[in-house]
């Protein structure tokens, strides 16, 4: 994460005179450094000498955005910066921006406060002037206003910032479908010019001729690789070894296939398999633990948005897959959601070391395939889906309390996460399918609504957030208002 930059631009003006300018350095350079020491600041903060005027705003604004490294801007006001002079560099942003209201001293020195120390403590009316140019411009921004050295306001720049390195990642993310979707399903369809002009997606297709090619330039070696780390990673309980093997050679295929051409994310068809004898299952699941995005029966967009969750939160250590709303557990005052898929769940989201186990599959008229079998750990998460309303984009976050699986379930062996959706079970499922929310989703412990509420604003889609709070009359109110603004939304 530090490899990706955010410039720290603050204002002021020449009035001051230059020893007040040499103050308001300090002061910044404190600022900026603190952040950076900070454990809970996932980016590096790049200082730069106050800006003064409109030439050297401008000028700095187009530096963070000529910098494919550097992911968004912090603005902050230490003192006075009128702020027509930042219509000009303003004019040409397009990067993530934040508008950080605090100020270098924490209290007021009631005993000695003069003229000299309000002249270099003035970001209460000069982040105001600051915030009211934005907001005639019309920029999408965040406001976050505390004490620099606080840690909630810390925490705050952190999800703004990772939401900030997923939309630089998602501009450059290529997306590789294998086949296309599954026939007749309508809500992992969407259309794919949109998610590129939006959200910079480029979604291509190839066959599944291409992963067979790719599975005979497969040698001995990077099989036998793949294989090893299997047996590292997870329990084999299976004496089917060669089927096991035949998913590494799977892995070993798709791998280098995405590597070789740019690929972040991909999609499987469990009806088009050619020549594969065999539905790729632990071989997506050891995929998605190395980072790539997925979605089954040709869901591209979840597979895109697994790929710029698990960037987003990277270094985090919850985890984040694709999953499926699978079935219910309606006992009264115990109501639960069991999310799974018939093969690939990833890894990350493991509470206890999984298995590899090889059992039919009742779908996809192949050999039984090898896949990894666990229950996912319990803890806070969201599930995160996203569709294609014909007007825009629409994602919709849920707030869900991840359960602990005591239930075995041995004649279903999948990878299962058991889930209490936030506010409740009825109202959850109400919301989300009122709400043309997908079966498919992602779920992460990483991440909160709050990163996918900016990464939506950042890339000017509709975001629905369902939680505690969540009343289904006024949902339903909600749901109206939004549809009928981003309709028309210019
Ligand atoms: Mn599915």
Redesign the pocket.
């Known amino acids: 994460m530090k490899s990706y930059k955010i410039l720290f631009l603050a204002g002021s003006q020449n009035l001051y005179g230059s020893a007040a300018l040499d103050v308001v350095n300090n002061n910044l350079r404190a600022i900026v450094e603190g952040l950076n020491a900070s454990s809970t600041i996932s980016c590096t903060i790049v200082y730069l000498p106050c800006l003064t005027d409109s030439g050297v705003i401008e000028k700095s604004i187009l530096m963070a955005e000529n910098d494919p490294d550097c992911a968004g801007i912090i603005t902050w006001m230490h003192t006075f910066s009128p702020s027509k002079m930042w219509i000009s560099g303003l004019k040409r942003l397009t990067k993530p921006y934040l508008h950080l209201n605090t100020q270098y001293n924490r209290d007021i020195p009631w005993e000695t406060i003069d003229m000299d120390f309000m002249n270099l403590n003035q970001s209460a009316h000069g982040d105001r002037e600051h915030g009211y140019i934005a907001a005639r411009l019309g920029l999408p921004r965040k406001v976050i206003a505390g004490h620099w050295q606080d840690d909630r306001v810390r925490r705050e720049i952190d999800v703004w910032m990772r939401a900030a390195v997923g939309a630089l990642e998602s501009n450059r993310l290529k997306i590789l479908r294998i086949s296309d979707n599954m026939r007749d399903v309508a809500v992992t369809e969407g259309d794919k010019i949109e998610a590129q002009i939006k959200l910079g997606w480029q979604v291509d297709h190839y066959g599944i001729t291409d992963i067979e090619n790719e599975m005979k330039s497969v040698s001995r070696v990077e099989a036998e690789a793949v294989f090893e780390e299997y047996s590292k990673d997870y329990l084999i309980d299976t004496d089917n070894i060669d089927s096991v093997k035949y998913q590494a050679k799977i892995e070993a295929a798709i791998k280098n296939f995405l590597e070789k051409n740019g690929y972040g994310a991909f999609h499987t068809n469990f009806q088009d398999l050619g020549a594969l004898k065999q539905l790729p299952g632990l071989a997506v699941q050891n995929l998605m633990k190395k980072g790539f995005g997925f979605g089954?029966?040709g869901d591209w967009k979840v597979a895109a948005l697994t790929r710029i969750m698990k960037l987003m939160s990277k270094g985090h250590q919850g985890g984040t897959s694709f999953i499926?709303d699978y079935t219910y557990h309606f006992e009264p005052g115990n109501e639960m959601l069991l999310g799974a898929?018939m093969l690939e769940v990833c890894p990350s989201i493991a509470d206890d070391k999984p298995k590899i186990q090889v059992h039919p599959l009742g779908i996809g008229d192949r050999e039984p395939p090898a896949r990894a079998v666990f229950k996912a750990k319990a803890g806070k998460a969201i599930v995160a889906s996203l569709v294609d309303m014909g007007y825009g984009l629409r994602m919709i976050v849920n707030d869900i309390e991840c359960q602990k699986q005591k239930n075995e379930i041995p004649h279903l062996p999948v990878a299962s996460a058991l889930w209490k959706p936030f506010p409740d079970l009825k109202t959850s499922a109400q919301a989300w399918i009122l709400s043309g929310a997908a079966h498919?989703s992602v779920l992460s412990y990483d991440l909160t609504a709050e990163h996918m509420r900016d990464f939506c604003e950042m890339k000017g889609i509709e975001f629905l957030h369902i939680n505690k709070n969540t009343e289904i009359l006024s949902y339903r109110k909600e749901l109206e208002l939004s549809e009928f603004l981003w309709k028309n939304k210019k």
Do not use: G, I, P, V
């Open positions: 089954a029966e499926e898929h498919h």
